[in-house]
């Protein structure tokens, strides 16, 4: 064996070195099995349904067993669908306050400077004294117009707060 | 240095085994998952590492280097470059390397993607996996070395073979090896080994998560036992193709007119064939019912302990065997690991009891669970006469001294009736109800395959005159295959009143139910195969006369002529002897048959190499028996008329083909999700899948 041949040799242990003991130098958590792969329940108890009258209909499923599984899947099925109705209406109703958060900058109502009249994000002037419609930056105090997305002082967002990755996860 | 890098790349591959072994047990038993992904690490990455010893060791037998002693054993200037490069796994050191880069590549692919998905598991898979792979690399590097050298101690004849150098030796180089045994030198050196080695490797991945599940205590989950079902097909597709690989390879070079002798190496692996084939049926069962669970974890357990069997029948030669070319000191070694690996499972088993409670009983013997559980019987059944069959000359000579072989004979009449039985099960069990079955719709769902099963037998053997036992046989074969139509047949009816037409039927059936129909696709590819088995056993003709040339000798409908002797070498250091003669079929010419008769000159070793006229309804199977030396004057030719033998290889296909419908990746929800039947006192519940 050559000093060359011996070199390769460590390379390889310092290679294999490096590499398995990458996953130590962080702080790994157990992953979450998300299940996203795996299909609905309502999807599932539809698939079920349709492999058990097919096997009814061969006669490897009897009569009685058909009617009660049948029974048992459809209310599964059932059950399924109403929580994604439930999770759906969750959803529309999350996408419902991130929309009106975008298009507001930030939950806290927009008023007036002068008045403190509440103001759309539309308004151009103040609905009840006329005057030019101006807001303030939440985090500055930088005034800005109802219409701007982002501070002209400090740079924050005032409109787009949408937070897309939130509603995803649902 | 190319040796020596491939001696590097093997033992780092092997401390790369022992690591993830250690650190995911300790990842697994910490909670601590850095530890299991450090290991996962280490598994992918021994692949490369073995790669590279493989690929070494394989360019070094294409080179001859015949400085390293495993090349001098298997290579030869004489032998063609495409042998020299199945010489990897034609010597010991070469296949234990290949063995266990597959098992570490069996590994590697479970562990590449979605791996997470399994997380509790992970950690003892990795562990049990890697465990048995650092064993196989640990023979490699400490036993069986495919990179130790020759050396010559000056002064004496001897021949030392070592890793580094001994004290006082120089190193040596021959100028020629010994080359593969004659009987690997053969084209079926491509497929047999590699089918075979893939297919007792495999089954480490479904015993694998068996052990991690009753470890980790997710034996009630039935999660595990999907995984392991798919995992098991893998292996159990590659075995099959191994096995009827072998029978034609035995077919063509052994020269004994048939494909199966019963020899022990075949049946160490037809014993992990028959159990996998079991578990598979039984895991059926477990899916569907939440019934014999501990049945198919023992089964699980009991396949991957013969395949280690298998490999210690093989590697060792502890048993004389067509095979025993590969005659070693590995015995002991393999004995304690194979002892260790079963009992501790077993132990584990027992331990782990209480979570594999069956779900449900029984309910009646006219189901198809009792259709299974008989079934099951009678593959184990039928494994265990073969086991004892094959350790018959170990357990005599333990006994009495003396070393008694039992011969096919024995098998043939033990494990006959009940694979009878169980081809009849094999029709039969489809048309069974989950539950209980009707005895009225059974009978009218089998009556007219029956009747038609009935008159063709019975009709074809008049006409034939065949022997009163195959008229059995031939029912049998046709009953069976007359179910698995009429099953093809119901299911496109119930496809078709939904206004479907008969091929795109077919094609939804097919598509929508890939396990069920696939499963009869295979079962009809097993048929066929029982066909050889069937004319190999009852209508096989034989005949074997000395024939001077111009003489003619007939069998049944054919008549072979003796034409010509001629000699000649070989290509790879062979003295061939051939036989020119001409087949007659009912006095018309049909072909030159050319029956060899090959001499090793090194390995003063010869082999008769048949030649063959195949059609559908029988094989002309032509050997070179004796001749005489001085003018070639006579020469004696045995001639067997085989019939049905086609039957057999193409069985092998369709079963091929059956598995990959069966196999073919669903969709996961599809895969995963069916119903389960559960008795009237459970209340509506969960789907069987998760």
Known sequence: MTIGTALIGIGMLVLAGIVVTQPLRHKAALPEDSGSSRGSDYDAALLALRDLEFDHQLDVVSDEDYARTKGQLMTQAAQALEQQVEARSQLDDLIETAVRTNRGGTNQPVTCQHCQEQLAPDDNFCPQCGRIAEIACPVCKQAGTPGDNFCTGCGTALHGALNFASVAEL | MLADIGLMALVTGFLLAVYATAVSAWGGWRNEWRWVESARS???????????????????????????????????????PFLRLTALWGGQSGSVLFWAWLMNGFVAAVLWRKWERDHDLMPYFITVAMLTTAFFIGIVVFITNPFARLWHVPGTTELLTAVFQPAGAVAYV????????????????????????????????????????????????????????????????????????????????LGWGGFWAWDPVENAMLMPWLTGTAFLHSVMMTEKRGMLKVWSVSLIILTYSLSLFGTFITRTGVISSVHSFSKTALGPVFFVFIGLTFVGSLWLLLRRLDTLKSEHELESFLSRESAFVLQNVLFLAITFV????????????LVTGTKITVGPPYFQKATGPLFAVLVLLMGLAPLFAWRKQAAGRLGRAALLPLVGSVLWAAVWGYAHRLHPASYFALWLVAFVVLLIIFEFVKGMQARMKRGENPAAALYHLMGRNRRRYGGCIIHLGVVMIGLGFIGDAYFQQETQMALAQGESLTLGEYTLRFDNLESYPGSDGREVLEATTSLFKNGEFVQTLKPRRDFFVVQRQPMTIPAVYPTPAQDVYVLLVAWEEIGFGASTFRMYLNPLISWTWAGGFVLILGTLVAAWPERQHQAKRSYVLKPERVQPGLLGGD
């Open chain 2, 42 to 80: 280490a598994t992918l990455l021994a692949v490369p590492f073995l790669t590279i010893s493989v690929v070494v060791v394989t360019y070094s037998l294409y080179t001859m280097d015949f400085s390293l002693a495993y090349v001098a054993d298997v290579s030869s200037q004489a032998m063609s």
């Open chain 2, 174 to 253: 021959a100028r020629d090896g010994s080359g593969l045994n004659p009987l690997l030198r053969h084209f079926g050196m491509i497929g047999h080994p590699p089918t075979t080695y893939l297919g007792f490797t495999g089954f480490v991945i479904p015993y694998a998560f068996a052990i991690s599940a009753l470890l980790s205590g997710r034996s009630r989950d039935d999660e595990w036992i999907r995984t392991s079902r798919r995992w098991t097909l893998v292996a159990w597709i590659f075995l099959s193709i191994g096995l009827i690989l072998g029978g034609r390879w035995a077919y063509d070079v």
């Open chain 2, 386 to 397: 073969v086991f004892l069959g094959t350790v018959f000359p170990l357990l005599s000579e």
